[in-house]
């Protein structure tokens, strides 16, 4: 793997960046911890303490993904105006003192990947207490790739803050989550499918993967859309990226990234119940792309 890029500095007077690379481990509960997390937009003002910054570092130089794709990722430690307007997250964050952000290559699986280790780091962050939330679109790109000394030719596609939750809640805080939704998530039967996208899946046909897909339903998303769908033929699972027709392409964007996180939660369980299988892209007629659903990738199971 090599070892991980790090640079030190001044950012501003007040800010130290770090730019890590990464492997791959898993050294939590799983199920516990996604039924744990919990988007989290109001911080108490204070730094990530020496021990968890570390613990954080280390995990992020033993992640990997399925897609063999390099992510990077990068830390920034700066205070937050009491508006949250400094470093531009149009005041959706309180408190928050610490961001990590994550960058991809332009390339086939980079932003599925993206999702994927980013996802894993959140629930690894989640165990250790911290708090975090995800953000796709409402922070100022242009703004914390140049603090991050992120290179234009990568994508840039989220970043969230990360430390201790305040007891005390924003009165935004509260509308967005309410306004989300972000406790609900679509029936089992509306995004689990047998053979063809006409008859739905059973939990008693998806037998011992009923778990690893139920924790793909709890998987955070933007605006909360759950934007994956998932056809089971035999012993393929064909992961889908379902979308409305017209959408933007940086709407896309996100919705691969939402994918990358449904996968984590699946594969993560899987590994958890030590399920045997694979990840790998099937030409098949039946697998091929339409105006609003984009055939993805599959698990093949052993």
């Known amino acids: 793997m090599g070892c991980p890029r790090i640079l030190l500095g001044q950012l501003l007077n007040i800010s130290k960046l770090i730019i890590l690379k990464k492997g791959s481990i898993m050294n939590f509960p ?15 003002s204070k730094k990530i303490s020496i021990s968890d910054k570390d613990k954080l570092m280390d995990y992020i130089n033993n992640l990997s993904n399925p897609f063999n ?3 990077s990722f990068h830390f920034i430690e700066k205070e937050l105006e009491p508006n949250g307007k400094k470093l531009g997250t149009y005041g959706i964050i309180k408190g928050a003192t610490s961001f990590i952000g994550v960058s991809v290559p332009d390339s ?16 690894y ?5 911290l708090g975090t939330v995800w953000l796709a679109a409402t922070f100022s790109r242009k703004e914390f790739m140049s603090a991050m000394n992120i290179d234009k030719s990568l994508l840039f596609p989220a970043i969230s803050p990360i430390g201790y939750s305040s007891e005390k809640k924003t ?63 035999k012993n393929h699972y064909h992961f889908y990226e379902s979308h409305k027709s017209g959408i933007s392409a940086e709407e896309k964007s996100i919705k691969r990234v939402d994918l990358g996180i449904a996968i984590n939660h699946f594969h993560l369980t899987v590994l958890e119940h030590n399920l045997k299988g694979k ?24």
Do not use: C
Not at 125 to 129: K, Q
Not at 280 to 301: D, R
């Open 30 to 44: 799983i199920e516990k911890t996604i039924a744990k997390r919990s988007s989290v937009r109001s911080y108490e």
């Open 69 to 71: 794709e390099k992510v």
């Open 171 to 233: 009165i935004i805080e509260k509308l967005m989550r309410k306004l989300m939704k972000s406790n609900q998530r679509k029936p089992w039967d509306t995004l689990f499918f047998k053979n063809n996208f006409s008859t739905p899946l059973t939990k008693e046909e998806a037998g011992e993967y009923k778990t690893p897909l139920e924790m793909l339903r709890l998987a955070p998303s933007a605006t909360n859309a759950q934007p994956w769908r998932v056809v089971k033929e």
């Open 108 to 123: 086939e699986f980079g932003l599925e990947a993206a999702g994927y280790e980013f996802e894993q780091l959140i629930l």
């Open 279 to 302: 990840f790998e892209k099937i030409q098949s007629k039946m697998l091929e792309n339409n105006n609003e659903l984009n055939y993805i990738i599959s698990w093949i199971a052993e």
């Open 125 to 129: 962050a989640t165990h250790l207490g």
